[in-house]
């Protein structure tokens, strides 16, 4: 069983819809992240959230709308998305920033 | 000059070689330093962490050079099963703020 679990695991979405990616950890941490990882690119960082506020916005477009309700659950919501947005949106978790430990990812196709 | 760079590969090695690969680091500040696996369509795994005195894990082994700014994985006596993306991973600032720079990784694969 995975500490970090993401849902739903793969998504299709056309330019108009809005939808959200769900994370949650089971690992107790107080660090939650979201990675973007497109093709040929490397894992890029989005999003950081320590005990719930955010401390890291890596330059990340409006569409792109993170929620960190409390340390173990994070969203990311989705609007008015590009097909260039398409790609494994990873989830991760770690305790006071040290090893980062991924869910599975949502691989989102937006047409 | 990108943060963190590897060299993509692929690394086409027969079962039995040993293997390694480097990954440069731009910023001297960081501090930790991990190697990451990445199976086709799955998300990275921990690896191992590279510690400045060098770890070794089975037939794996992590090495931090700070003077020259890089990292290396060394995988000894490979096995098929060790096909995979390796990614190295960096912290972006001098403390484990947990914002972790990746390379693109590394293919290995591992030929009979």
């Known amino acids: 069983e995975t500490g970090v679990t993401q849902t739903p695991r793969h998504l299709v979405m056309g330019m108009t819809n809005k939808k959200s990616l769900k994370c949650e950890q089971h690992?107790?941490?107080?660090?939650m992240y979201w990675y973007k990882q497109s093709a040929k690119k490397p894992l890029e960082l989005m999003f950081v959230?320590?005990?719930?506020?955010?401390?890291e916005n890596n330059s990340v477009p409006s569409r792109f709308s993170p929620e960190c309700p409390n340390s173990s659950h994070l969203f990311l919501h989705l609007h008015t998305l590009q097909p260039e947005d398409s790609a494994l949106y990873l989830c991760a978790s770690s305790q006071d920033g040290n090893t980062i430990y991924f869910g599975e990812g949502s691989w989102l196709t937006v047409v | 000059r990108k943060e963190v760079e590897q060299d993509p590969g692929p690394f086409n090695v027969p079962e039995g070689a040993t293997v390694a690969f480097n990954c440069t680091y731009s910023?001297?500040?960081?501090?930790?330093f991990f190697w990451y696996r990445q199976d086709c369509r799955k998300e990275p795994k921990l690896l191992m962490s590279v510690y400045s005195s060098g770890n070794e894990d089975g037939r794996f082994t992590a090495q931090l050079n700070r003077a020259s700014q890089y990292i290396s994985l060394l995988i000894r006596d490979s096995k098929l099963s060790d096909s995979a993306t390796y990614l190295c991973?960096?912290?972006?600032?001098?403390?484990?703020?947990?914002?972790?720079?990746f390379g693109q990784g590394t293919t290995l694969q591992v030929k009979p």
């Open positions: 959230y320590n005990f719930k506020e955010q401390t």
């Open positions: 910023n001297s500040a960081s501090q930790s």
């Open positions: 991973a960096v912290n972006s600032g001098s403390s484990n703020t947990g914002k972790l720079i």
């Open positions: 690992l107790g941490h107080n660090a």
